[in-house]
DNA sequence: ATGGTGGCCTTGCCA
């Protein structure tokens, strides 16, 4: 079963890339953020056609996340669950497919340290582990994915003397938040498989940072124990961050043997 | 040199 995340930054805009990306991947289950369009808009046909369920959870102009399947697609929710107001944005949705339940997220970016947006993120993070603990169980199998706009580790960004002083995607709070995620249960799968850094998910469209090879590992394939246990490889596909009209972030995909 | 590129409901905001 594969299992993919990807941050698509407008699927109006990467609707060719992503369709084109099924057809050379054929992933089992694809979740998408930045989504940027309504759910009114969502074209549920046109994946209809590749063979794929889905369920989107869309806002219009910002966010919006979504999960495709072709192998079943069950009990979709939108937005947390935790027993407080819904979250006024559309960051996140559920599904369970093949049996496993999966979520596709798109964590709040932080913009600055000092900015109010930094205080949404840690308590987004947190409505997220609250969540996992209300509506379910680290026994089943449980893939969380998305991108977390955090880099778990030094090794995880590119090397700067400036760009990750008193910054967002770094910062101890956030790494906590995102330990605490994982704490639940859950494995960061990539680095099940591999150890070195300067493998990235995100590079900035700007100052031709993907030459530069300057990039961020931001993008996750958080498992349970058993899904983690049944992990066959996690890759990142450079290749769909070059060519015409790509999206800054690539995709991560895992296989699992379920 | 506080930039740059690309997305959107575009002349500003978000990433």
Not at 104 to 109: A, D, G, H, M, T
Not at 128 to 134: E, G, I, Q, V, W
Not at 227 to 233: D, F, H, I, N, Q
């Amino acid at each position: 079963m594969r299992i993919v995340t990807w941050n698509v930054n407008s699927l109006n805009a990467r609707m060719p890339r992503v369709t084109e990306w099924l057809g050379l991947f054929e992933p089992d289950v694809l979740c998408m953020q930045e989504t940027k369009m309504s759910d009114d808009a969502f074209p549920a046909g046109e994946f209809a056609e590749l063979g794929y369920e889905s369920f989107h959870h869309g806002e219009g102009q910002w966010n919006g996340v979504a999960i495709l399947s072709k192998v079943g697609l069950d009990d979709p929710r939108a937005n947390f669950a935790d027993g407080c107001a819904p979250d006024a944005e559309a960051r996140v949705c559920w599904a369970t497919c093949n049996g496993v339940r999966v979520a596709s997220c798109y964590v709040p970016n932080g913009r600055a340290i000092d900015h109010d947006h930094y205080q949404y993120k840690l308590a987004w993070l947190a409505r997220l582990r609250a969540d996992l603990d209300a509506n379910a169980d680290p026994g089943d199998n449980v893939v969380v994915v998305g991108d977390f706009n955090i880099a778990p580790e030094t090794r995880d960004h590119y090397a700067s003397s400036t760009d990750f002083e008193n910054a967002t995607h770094v910062s101890q709070p956030e790494r906590d938040a995102l330990a605490d995620i994982c704490g639940w249960g859950l494995t960061d799968v990539f680095r099940e498989f591999h150890d070195a850094d300067e493998l990235y998910s995100w590079w900035d469209y700007r100052g031709g940072n993907f030459h530069k090879r300057k990039g961020m590992r931001i993008d996750l394939v958080l498992a349970s124990a058993s899904m983690t246990g049944a992990a066959e490889l996690c890759l990142v596909d450079r290749n769909a961050r070059k060519g015409e009209s790509p999206s800054d972030h690539a995709p991560v995909f895992a296989d699992f043997a379920v």
